[in-house]
């Protein structure tokens, strides 16, 4: 036994790694969000994997804090970035002066989190941010543009109906200081998973807080708020509170709603939802989440908002933000998971070549033609019998095989197989030509 | 002084970071690469950034160990990737029975290395790889595909007139074998380094070893073989040596060389050279380097060649390979220095909207339609005057501000204004749209 059995040659636990097939599925993926947002502005970003520790625990916290991968090496005390939200912090806070505001910027990256191993968990994911910042005020106006980004992503992404709700923290902070709720902070924790619980296991929790039935109530009937614009405005008016943060929290609301029909995303896209409540993290403004109709059990696979200060801790200069993010590694498994994909083809080609000649030259030369004509070839090049390049070919799962002969040669024609249903043609390379461009 | 004085926003040292201006042209670089390796049939293969470390350390040695960036997370004992080949021979080795060979992959990543820094040298840079591996065999030809597919790439960027310098290892070792060269290793490192230290300097180093005078001017004669094939081809039987290992290396620089032509490799883009050695690393067979001829002093950008197991130590199977990389990050650092980049345009956008009105709608709406027929467009969407919209796209150097006023909405015409010319048309929205999509 040699020294090369004893090595794991698996991936590590929870990196993905895909075969071709699926990685071709995965880069259309990738390059379908990269154009969205480049269309509605957002120029690419990228940002080292690696930063100072300093700069990563002075934004981290609790969970997140432990998950982070870091080391020393010479005098630096290294971590990987645990999201690209901290980067983009520094970033902004490092080139203030080059920079233009508002500030649109997309990235698609990958970070790290030393999560517990768990199937369908990634400890190495990308994620797909678009953020916009400004100096000192952003209009809410680019909160309802980040939303119609949403939207005309999920769009273009053809994963069926989706669904954006969208809730404002004022609203919820504002209800909770208006009713003087003790345990807010639990409270929060509740709503954030009354979906996943349900209403009966929601009113169990709440009623084991400093909370009377009045309250319990009350929150149960907020968490409940849900609908177009007008009547969710209306129900949280029935709620009868005086409170200055909440009465802000409806303003917004209503300022975002007014502006999304004209940003051309559909009326059965987006809904407002009290419940919506995206954490105990940074954001302080409007908040949504998106879901798939018809694959509920994903959860959201894009949620964001708006933060007051993306820089602090970085700057002094405040800078409001708001931003989207997509899971994308963790969206792309559930999705193949669910058999959304075809992964039939194993190659990035269109078309490879089978010479049956000994007059190799030629043959590349036809190679060489389809490419100067944006036809992805490739040209089985290995000496070996008909049979066996039939089946690299099969093997491959390609839909089309070229093959020239002798005989082809001569009459300057190709023989184009198409391997799915077994229809062979003899045409001029230029009619194959125009076949792919058509 | 507070908390944030104290941290320092710059990327630790040998990390690339780039403004939006040298992103944009950074990514117009990697999709023209990533394009013109997937016209050639090669499909996009990403590994995880984190490997076991006895899965690097097995093909890792000397200098390049000691720049791995390592770490334990729990039980595990971690190591960012130092290049993609490693990686590359793990993947195949691990999914080889799910995948079609000969395997073509390409891969456009980031590796690591804990390098001294240096003005230039980076600690994480982008490789672009290209590489064919066959099981059991791989045809000569694919060397020469290789090549073709460099011509191509160079071709694409548009960096000038290119030269791919071509060699045999088997032909520098069969030289040395017949020689009967006592101190080869040495010799070899001298070889790697000829043309950086010139002709003088090389004899003078060739001098303290063991080597007689007749050795030393056969050595220095078998460096300075190149040109077109046949007169390289000439020149080493000239050399009159009985060796195996030589003879098969002539042989396979001819096969080589006989299909570059069909391949379309232009005449002028390639020669043979006796000095290329590519270091002292893993390659057995076809190598080769490539310099930019109005910039040599960047050295080569672009090498790779022939190895004949991919897998030694992770697989049975042997799996010979031939590929090429290059050196992203450092070429376009390089490139950049010399002021090859016009970094006028700090956006992705190809349009920006200035509202100069009140009827926020009705432009939103026309920069939906503009999105709609694949333009990138972006909105100034905060509360300002005409100068501070202005001074806006001004400082984006885009080079078309729309702007929408009443007046334009009730004519449903928009102002298109080039802001390099200042000139001013007055518009359908469909003739502009037809101008940017012409």
Known sequence: MTNQAKLNLSPLAGMAEWLPSEQIEFEKFKNLIRETY?????????TPVLERQEILLAKAGGETEKQIYQFAKGDSLLAMR????????????????????????????????????????????????????????????YDAEII????????????GAFLIRINNRKLVSGFLQAMKIMDAAEVLQILDKAEKIGEKKMRQELSLLRLDGLEIRKIMQFAQI??????????????????????????ELQTVAQILPSLGVPADSYTFDCSIIRGLDYYTGTIFETKIVDAPALGSVCSGGRYENLVGNFAKTKMPGVGMSIGLTRLFFQLKEMGWFDFTQKTISQIVVLPLTQNLAEVL??????????????????????????????????????FVGDDELATQTVVLKNMLTGE?????LAQVINRFNA
């Open 365 to 402: 030369k036809i190679a060489a033609q389809l490419r100067e004509n944006d036809i992805a070839t490739e040209v089985y090049l290995q000496e070996a019998g008909l049979k066996k390049k039939l089946k690299y070919a099969n093997d491959l799962g390609i839909l089309f095989a070229l």
């Open 226 to 251: 849900r609908g177009d614009i007008s009547s969710v405005v209306q129900a949280l008016l029935r709620l009868d509170l005086a409170n200055e943060t909440f009465s802000q929290g409806i303003e």
């Open 148 to 159: 119609s980004l949403i939207a005309a992503t999920f769009g273009r992404l053809n994963l």
């Open 424 to 428: 062979q043609e003899n045409l001029k």
């Open 82 to 141: 645990f999201d690209l939200t901290v980067p983009l912090a520094r970033y902004v806070a490092n080139y203030q002066n080059d920079l233009v505001f508002p500030f649109r910027r997309q990235a698609m990256e990958r970070v790290y989190r030393g999560e517990r191993a768990q199937r369908g968990r990634f400890r190495e994911f990308y994620q797909a941010d678009a953020d916009i910042i400004g100096r000192e005020t952003l209009d809410l106006r």
């Open 38 to 46: 480049a269309l509605y502005g957002f120029s690419p970003i990228e």
